[in-house]
């Protein structure tokens, strides 16, 4: 945790969620205006195809509603493909981009996650920024110059604390039930802390640094807790609302 940082605690549905899955989005809602996450902020990103749905479903609630990837240009000839605007048009006020399922599997480069997240902060989104290193990596030793080198190239100029937050994630500990240990999480954090106040100055010391990688209810306490972890990334366990609030209930 870090003083004066509000806590944010956030789902990643991922490639998952129907028409049927929006009664979890509402149970997360009543959660949120019961403030069952004492002071933190909670928001569930679920696929695009739910946002307008979800953003019906929350209005008016303390639930924030994200979305999980976004086009760098706002409109034009680019099939499949969703623009920031868009997303804020259909309720989303953040955005997930550079996760690394998408720097993986779409071969997203940093220079790309940026255009993203600049073109995020263009529509009045959120950014939220992942990056994160492979075991290979880690087992190297590189862990700490891989992420620098990732939110060096990656991060939005002229960001700010009501603009970006990052979201380190190790590749190795997403979807394993393997999580890195509170001295790695709180070294690679640390690093995070001071990169933001070289990047955006004093600003910096206010934005979010979340962890995420198998954050569960029984593994909750002890990553949240630590110093400049300021909340949580939940894929898996964020589908089920029961689970996920047991997640944030983390911050009572
Ligand atoms: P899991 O919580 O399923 O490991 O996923 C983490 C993640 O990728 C969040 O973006």
Known sequence: MTPGVRPFVAGNWKMNGVFASLGEIEAMRRAADAGEAGEAELAVC???????????????????????????????AFTGDISAPMLKDAG?????????????????????????????????????????????????????AVVTRQLKGSLPPGGGPD??????????????GLTPTPKDVTEMHGAIRTLLGEIYGPGGSKLR???????????????????????????????????FLAIAAAYR
């Open 46 to 76: 679920p696929p695009a195809t739910l946002l307008a749905q979800a953003a019906w479903k929350i209005r008016g609630g303390k639930l924030s509603l994200g979305a999980q990837d976004c086009h760098p240009e706002p409109s034009g």
């Open 92 to 144: 989303a006020t953040y955005v997930i981009v550079g996760h690394s399922e998408r720097r993986t599997l779409h071969y997203e480069t940093d220079a790309l996650v940026r255009a993203k997240a600049e073109a995020a902060l263009k529509a009045g989104l959120t950014a939220i920024v992942c990056v994160g290193e492979t075991k290979e990596e880690r087992q190297a030793g590189d862990a700490i």
């Open 163 to 176: 603009s970006v937050v990052v979201s380190y994630e190790p590749v190795w500990a997403i979807g394993t």
């Open 209 to 243: 640094i979340l962890y995420g990688g198998s954050v569960k209810p029984g593994n909750c306490r002890d990553l949240l807790t630590l110093d400049n972890v300021d909340g949580a990334l939940i894929g898996g366990a964020s589908l089920k609302a029961a689970e």
